[in-house]
């Protein structure tokens, strides 16, 4: 059965992510220099199951009206480093959808205002939280619930912000069906930052708010 060989070939190899990152990572969402929402990601881990919720919130004001408003949750479920379970909802402006998956003997079985399908094999979202997407060739998109065909670029060792302080990490840059966007991790394969081109041509960079400066 394929669900079998999925349970033996784990899509992640950190066993315990809620080690790595202490239960949270949380980041400022800046856009043009200003703080204009918050993102975190959270970890509870029971036995081999780990649940992964993120959420993302985010204000677009002018003259202190706000113009745009957008709202991100995911709920991640993974059963031996497989994911077996992705709810996201998107309040995006005026339009609000779902996208929803599920793994069954066929394979990651994926419902999204575009329709359904079935996606074969382990698979990563693109929740950054996990560092091994980088050798990854595809990603299943959280805000199209389409999968992408995706090559990673390493630009080496960067200096960069965290909050009220630096730190060491690798940029990636994505490519392939994915692109204007960089991924930062740390030397434990720790998610450390976030930049990407919006729909409106601004620069969107999550600073950590949570990460520790390194010793």
């Not at 609000?96 to 382990?122: H, V």
């Not at 990563?124 to 980088?134: E, Q, R």
């Not at 990490?169 to 960089?182: K, M, N, Q, V, W």
Request: include cysteine; charged fraction near 25%.
């Amino acid at each position: 059965m394929i669900i079998v060989l999925l349970a033996v070939q784990p899509a992640y190899s950190q066993t315990k992510p809620i080690d790595t990152y202490n239960n949270k990572i949380g980041f400022d969402v800046v856009r043009n220099g200003e703080v204009v929402g918050q993102h975190a990601t959270t970890f509870l881990q029971d036995g081999s199951d780990l649940t992964v919720k993120s959420k993302m919130n985010l204000k677009i004001t002018l003259f202190g009206i706000p113009v745009y408003l957008f709202d991100y949750t995911s709920v991640e479920k993974w059963s031996d480093g497989v994911l077996s379970r992705l709810d996201v909802d998107v309040k995006d402006g005026a339009d609000q959808f779902k996208i929803s998956s599920s793994l069954n003997a066929e394979g990651l079985i994926i419902t999204s205002p575009s329709g359904t399908f079935t996606a074969r094999g382990p698979i990563i979202s693109t929740n950054h939280w996990n560092a091994d997407v980088v050798r990854q060739s595809r990603v299943l998109n959280t805000l199209t619930g389409k999968i992408n065909q995706v090559d990673f670029i390493n630009k080496g060792e960067e200096r960069i912000p965290i909050k009220d302080s630096y730190i060491l990490a690798t940029r990636y840059d994505y490519s392939g069906e994915l692109t204007d966007t960089s991924v930062w991790y740390d030397s434990r394969g720790r998610w450390s930052k976030l930049e990407f081109k919006a729909r409106d041509g601004s620069i969107v960079k999550y600073i950590c708010n949570t990460c520790k400066p390194q010793l």
